[in-house]
Nanobody, 126 residues
Framework: QVQLVESGGGLVQAGGSLRLSCAAS????????VAWVRQAPGKEREFAAAISDGGSNTAYADSVKGRFTISRDNAKNTVYLQMNSLKPEDTAVYYC???????????????????WGQGTQVTVSS
């Protein structure tokens, strides 16, 4: 199975940017649909973005559309999340998750992801 490790989180002021990375080991990441899912304190996990195995398809939650960009480099076994124009409400632990299922509308459903990283904290100050 695949192991996922997130990095790149931190503290940033509102309006700033961060780039998160999700590095995979154990199996080639290129066979998985990959998502970024976030969880704010006291709230349920929330889908943020997803990308298909080859990278030709992406999906975003309305709350991040136009500000976040998901991408992948399968040669490096890594998926990225570029986050711009950050807002305090983006504060959360961000998780990388992988699914062996083909791309479809379920890509936005957090329950379909089988493999999860440990998360990286993103804090946006006002």
């Amino acid at each position: 199975q695949v192991q996922l490790v997130e990095s790149g989180g931190g503290l940033v002021q509102a309006g700033g940017s961060l780039r998160l990375s999700c590095a995979a080991s154990g199996r080639p990441l290129g066979v998985y649909t990959v998502a970024w899912v976030r969880q704010a304190p006291g709230k349920e996990r929330e889908f943020a973005a997803a990308i298909s195995d080859g990278g030709s398809n992406t999906a975003y939650a309305d709350s991040v559309k136009g500000r976040f960009t998901i991408s992948r480099d399968n040669a490096k076994n890594t998926v990225y999340l570029q986050m711009n124009s950050l807002k305090p409400e983006d504060t959360a632990v961000y998780y990388c998750a992988a699914s062996p299922r083909s791309w479809g509308v379920s890509a936005m459903v957090t329950g379909q992801y089988d493999y999860w990283g440990q998360g990286t904290q993103v804090t946006v100050s006002s």
